[in-house]
């Protein structure tokens, strides 16, 4: 079960002075390369007490401000960000020997963006974000379905279905972006961007 990588390296010279344009290159190469939701990447949180907790979420957004993924108001994660505004994301691109780690703080998105995000979403999805209150205990799935089924007649095909209070968008504000490619002999390249105030700087690691 031990993968070993053939990697051509990281070319230092050839990456962005910033961490968000070098994002954009990989992502793109993860695109191009067919990966399987490449926008997929492990959100960690902390509670209060610093018990962690991490899961897959689909990024939704970026830009110079952040990464952006949307929630349950309720969930663990989001009740979490909310006692901890830390977070950690990582992107595992297995299959093309690269990962991204993510390290920040976390704000929250405002009801104008989460409501021009959600109007895109099928209208399956609206429903379902409606008809779970994530990380809840339910009796049955017959429940949840039931519940589906009730918002669906409440809302029928053509008609709009309003954004719920209890959902909308959250932001990763990185303080720290790390670029891991895979290396023969597990001597792995690491670039490490650190925000200081208004700049980004940047760090070889060993592997």
Request: aromatic share 12%; hydrophobic share 40%; net charge neutral.
């Amino acid at each position: 079960m031990r993968q070993g990588y053939q990697g051509d390296g990281l070319d230092v010279t050839d990456f962005a002075a910033e961490p968000f344009t070098q994002f954009t290159r990989w992502f793109a190469d993860a695109v191009r390369a067919g990966l399987a939701e490449p926008n997929a990447m492990v959100l960690a949180t902390a509670s209060a007490d610093g018990q962690p907790s991490a899961r897959t979420v689909l990024l939704k957004g970026y830009d110079e401000r952040g990464f952006v993924f949307f929630t349950n108001y309720g969930s663990r994660k989001a009740r979490e960000a909310a006692e901890n505004p830390r977070a950690s994301l990582v992107f595992p691109w297995h299959e093309i020997g690269r990962q991204i780690v993510v390290t920040g703080s976390v704000e929250w998105l405002g009801r104008e963006d989460s409501e021009e995000y959600f109007r895109t979403r099928p209208r399956d999805s609206q429903l379902g974000a409606w008809a779970s209150q994530q990380s809840a205990t339910i009796i049955s799935r017959a429940e949840l379905e039931q519940h589906y089924l009730e918002l669906s007649a409440r809302y029928p095909e053509g008609t709009p279905v309003p954004l719920p209070e209890f959902w909308g968008g959250l932001r990763v504000v990185p303080q720290v972006v790390e670029f891991w490619m895979g290396r023969a002999s597990r001597l792995h390249d690491r670039l490490r961007y650190r925000r200081r105030s208004t700049i980004w700087m940047v760090d070889q690691l060993a592997p």
